[in-house]
């Protein structure tokens, strides 16, 4: 299990320590929260990887913090527990642009298959040269789509191999500096247009 961070925000104590033991014991750090302005605190000093956050805490509504949260930081992962489901809910839920909703009771197969597809989906516990491998090859492949380029067309216009353009798009290898610049020639944008496109 890579090193990845997840944050409970719920105020059901019994619940958040159910929680947090199943997730120690998959591997996990974790965090857990009762109240949504020690949340708040923790993510100014250190982002988690996923936030777990009930909908309705008392007075607190789980969705004004979701939204709040992914206002202040777009990349977070936060999935929505509730015990209240319904379609009116789901649908605010996931236009707040929350990553999934689990409904209480759930099974530890479901909560674990949500935290594995987040993992995938955000590339947590991933290096971050592996993901700029794969950011930054899959932004020259939009490029050259957008172009309506072949591989042929742009190893053409870059006097790079076919293989060698093909290694960066499926994010195998990172482009040289000499390839990078010829790529950015190619597509009329300086590498730091590029590289500042990639959300990395």
């Known amino acids: 299990m ?5 944050a409970i925000l719920d105020d059901d104590l019994d619940f958040r320590n159910y929680l947090e033991d199943l997730l120690r014991d998959d591997g996990y750090e974790v965090l857990a ?7 708040y605190e923790a993510c100014e000093l250190s982002l988690p990887d996923i936030v777990l956050m009930d909908m309705k805490m008392g007075d607190v509504n789980g969705g004004e913090v979701a939204e709040k949260l992914l206002t202040q930081y777009p990349g977070l992962c936060v999935v929505i527990i509730t015990g209240y489901p319904s379609l009116e809910d789901m649908r605010a839920t996931f236009k707040r642009k929350v990553f999934d909703y689990l409904a209480k009771p759930f099974s530890l197969a479901q909560l674990r298959l949500v935290l594995n597809n987040a993992i995938e989906q955000f590339g ?14 899959h932004r020259v492949k939009m490029l050259r789509v957008e172009r309506d380029w072949s591989l042929k067309d742009l190893a053409a216009a870059t006097r790079l191999s076919v293989s060698q353009i093909s290694s960066i798009e499926r994010g195998t290898n990172l482009p040289s500096i000499e390839s990078l610049l010829a ?3 190619a597509f009329e944008k300086r590498p730091s247009e590029i590289l500042g496109s990639i959300d990395f």
Do not use: N, T, V, Y
């Open 2 to 6: 890579p090193d990845i961070q997840i």
């Open 124 to 137: 947590l516990g991933r290096a971050a040269h592996d993901k700029l491998r794969e950011k930054l090859g």
């Open 33 to 39: 929260f009762a109240h949504s302005s020690e949340l």
């Open 183 to 185: 790529i950015s020639k």
